[in-house]
């Protein structure tokens, strides 16, 4: 079975850019988790949908920060406008059921 | 919300070591995971350990909810097995998963 998939794997780009990240997950997983890992603030939970519903976004940085997942099989979560502290490694998780997580490889985006 | 403490944060190890890692969660968890983020980034699943003791190879984890602790044992150390190791916890509800800051592990040739 294929894992959860994520895209781009790394971005680069300019201050105030729209950055969009991409996720696929397992199939047949009903709960879909987006994290962000940063040195200064560890493995963060920023968004998870249960059913493809947005069940707790209270980790969600700012406004600047939206997810969406439209079907059981995609996922975004877009940044707009992007700044530098922003730069970090942003995961998608899925699960099938509670607590037991499986990840993507992860998006690295650099924010100059 | 809950409070995840892992330690030691970091770990030095010859190869062939065994090791103890330990993950204290400051209230009571119905799921708790351990991962091994190795040195090119990816997570990978462990163990899925809400109680119990399981083993898997070289690797074995015991958790031991009522005194809300859960111990990561690594015998025979690898270099492969260098990277961070995450406890990850969640409660009542379940979806909510929260992350230890890790132990992080060299183990030397």
């Known amino acids: 079975d294929a894992g959860v998939i994520q895209s781009p794997r790394h971005e680069v780009t300019e201050m105030g850019q729209e950055v969009t990240l991409r996720c696929k997950p397992i199939s047949g997983h009903n709960s879909l988790f987006w994290y962000r890992q940063t040195m200064m603030r560890g493995l963060e939970l920023l968004i998870y949908f249960n059913n493809n519903v947005p069940i707790d976004d209270s980790g969600m940085p700012e406004d600047r920060f939206s997810a969406k997942m439209p079907n059981a099989s995609f996922s975004t979560l877009k940044i707009q406008p992007s700044e530098p502290r922003d730069s970090a490694v942003y995961f998608c998780?899925?699960?099938?059921?509670?607590?037991?997580?499986?990840f993507g490889e992860g998006s690295r985006l650099t924010v100059l | 919300g809950i409070q995840v403490e892992q330690s030691p944060p970091d770990l030095i190890l010859q190869e062939g070591a065994n090791s103890t890692l330990r993950c204290n969660f400051s209230?009571?968890?119905?799921?708790l995971q351990w991962f091994h983020q190795n040195p090119w980034g990816q997570l990978i699943n462990l163990f899925y350990?809400?109680?119990g003791t399981k083993q898997n190879g070289r690797l074995s984890a015991t958790t031991v909810a009522t005194e809300r602790y859960s111990l990561l044992y690594i015998s025979s150390s690898q270099t492969t097995d260098s990277g961070v190791y995450f406890c990850a916890v969640s409660n009542t509800g379940g979806f909510k998963t929260i992350f230890g800051a890790g132990t992080r592990l060299f183990v030397k040739a």
């Open positions: 350990i809400p109680s």
């Open positions: 998780a899925s699960s099938r059921q509670p607590g037991e997580l499986f």
């Open positions: 209230d009571s968890v119905n799921n």
